[in-house]
């Protein structure tokens, strides 16, 4: 297929300027490989304006009249206020922050158009719905101002889409600007991660089930609805992995037109500096971990860690505490510390970052914060069952890091990375994982790492590697067999714990290759596919 080059993109996201998840580092590493080659200006990001009472870190107001002016006659147009400035990250791209408050006034209207233009059933909507369908909507409309305020009509404009959250815009778009190509990418369908997170077997019987009866039954029939029909009206369809590909066709009856796994850029990744950078952040991590179990750790500890969203079946942060549970009941004469740093409901931290004593009494801290109600968190109530004692003499120590790690926490004061960079391994044991980010991060650090095969980013690597002596352990999990993979995450864990040093350097070097495969210069060719196949669609369309 010959390529056909965009002269605009127009981005969408609810992570624009707003970091809250994964799609976040799918689309602030991508946009410097898209400026070398499209063009700084050329590429114009849309996020929500939800910085009402700080500034967004993350966003930089512009100076330039001429996009301030156009700012202006949007909110005079479409009573829309936007901002427009440059996203701070590589690459400065412009960005566009919407408030889209106006438009709940008009919401009825606007389902109404949709449900008789195409059949997007809102009529069941609830929670975050008509938050993410009126942002959507206004990105599309957004979008449409500007191209035609620039006069760029005849240019070949491409808009793409991330998630339900932004579909309405897609729709928008294909209705009051049809002669804009347009992509709808779902990096998981909302039906499959229901199915995940309500406990019903999703891979065993994944045959069986029907998108549209299953959201009916999960009380989801407005997302599935909106999210199903942008898949089908969009000039490209596109999802970041086999294994979510899969998911789309039997869900949303559709097949992907391409699939676009999730790149990374490693100007994150320290090069002049690293091993100070790693000797401060054990440093820290041993420092931290002695305040909070009460005594001192050995130099040579082996820091095991988890991270992510609180998903705790999804993510399998309950394997992960189960196949820790089987280390401590080991004969290992290693010492270990388990940490799970997932951002919970914390009501406080428990000590100073600067305090120099331990807290409590020994064995009876797991937790660096206070959480609103303790006695329902998942993680501690797991914890406690598995009786976990954190006394000295144990082997495997476990702690909860329950906050999110951006230099504010209070304990570490640092962010995520600078943390990440202090590991010695890393387990992500994921049961629904459309792609996953926090292994390639981790790798990407030289830090070797264990997930599974229903994890997008596990499927691509199993193609090349499958052993944790490679830099990359890959376990096999299914509905029935949460038992064998807790042992065999033990087993590989064990199995690095045994390790010598010379034999760890040459697997960190292995894990850092691996994450060379996945720079974005090496995926980005996927997405100039999905921009070939959308202009071509749509002006086959419009013929």
């Known amino acids: 297929m010959k390529t056909i080059k965009p002269d605009y993109i127009f981005e969408a996201s609810w992570e624009v300027c707003n970091r809250v998840g994964g799609i976040y580092t799918v689309l602030s590493t991508k946009a410097k490989t898209l400026i070398n080659t499209y063009g700084q200006d050329n590429l114009i990001f849309l996020g929500p304006d939800v910085w009402t009472k700080v500034e967004s870190p ?80 206004a990105c599309g409309l957004v979008v449409k101002h500007f191209i035609d305020y620039q006069r760029i009509e005849d240019k070949n404009n491409i808009a793409l889409f991330n998630e339900w959250m932004t579909a309405f815009g897609a729709l928008y778009l294909k209705k009051y600007a049809p002669n804009v190509a347009t992509i709808f990418t779902t990096h998981a369908t909302s039906i499959g991660r229901s199915i995940a997170g309500n406990n019903k077997p999703l891979y065993g019987q ?136 997932i951002p919970a409901y914390t009501s406080e931290y428990r000590f100073s970052s600067k305090q120099k004593d331990s807290i409590g009494e020994e064995g009876k801290i797991y937790a660096t914060h ?42 570490f004061n640092k962010t995520y990375y600078d943390i990440l960079i202090g590991f010695d391994l890393t387990v992500f044991p994921s049961y629904y994982e459309p792609w996953g980010y926090t292994p390639l991060e981790s790798v990407a ?63 960190r070097a292995k894990a850092s290759k691996t994450a060379q495969k996945a720079l974005w210069k090496n995926f980005i060719k996927y997405y100039e596919k999905a921009f070939t196949i959308a202009l071509k669609n749509n002006k086959q369309n419009r013929i």
């Open 206 to 341: 994944f045959f069986a089930y029907n998108g549209d009866q299953m959201a009916a039954e999960l009380n989801m029939e407005a997302k599935h609805s909106v999210e199903k029909c942008a898949a089908h009206v969009c000039d490209c369809f596109t999802t970041v992995s086999d294994i979510t590909a899969k998911e789309c066709k039997q869900l949303l009856d559709k097949q992907p037109d391409v699939v676009t796994p999730n790149g990374f850029e490693d100007d994150f990744v320290p090069t002049d500096n690293f091993n100070k950078k790693r000797t401060e952040a054990r440093k820290s991590l041993k420092g931290i971990a002695e305040k909070v179990l009460g005594y001192k750790l050995g130099n040579d500890v082996l820091f095991v860690g988890t991270s992510g969203r609180y998903e705790f079946k999804n993510k399998g942060i309950d394997v992960f505490i189960d196949s820790m549970d089987l280390i401590a009941k080991s004969n290992t004469k290693k010492e270990i510390v388990a940490l799970l740093a």
């Open 370 to 411: 206070r959480l609103y109600y303790e006695d329902q968190d998942k993680i501690l109530n797991s914890i406690k069952w598995h009786q976990f004692s954190n006394k000295k003499e144990d082997n495997l120590k476990i702690i909860f890091i329950p906050s999110y790690l951006e230099k504010n926490d209070g304990i």
């Open 58 to 137: 993350y966003f930089l107001p512009s100076k330039d009249k001429k996009l301030n002016i156009w700012a202006k006659q949007v909110e005079e147009d479409t009573q829309l206020k936007v901002r427009v400035g440059r996203w701070d990250i590589p690459g400065k791209p412009l960005a566009i922050l919407i408030n889209f408050d106006s438009l709940y006034a008009q919401k009825n209207e606007i389902y109404s158009d949709f449900w008789n233009s195409f059949g997007v059933d809102s009529l069941h909507a609830y929670g975050d719905y008509d938050e993410s369908s009126m942002f959507g909507f």
């Open 445 to 507: 650090f030289g830090i070797p790492t264990i997930t599974t095969d229903l994890s997008g980013f596990g499927q691509w690597v199993s193609k090349k590697t499958e052993n944790i002596t490679t830099g990359v352990g890959i376990v096999h999990r299914t509905d029935e067999n949460y038992h064998e993979v807790a042992e065999n995450i033990a087993e590989m864990v064990l199995q690095f714990a045994e390790k010598s040093d010379a034999e760890v350097e040459k697997i």
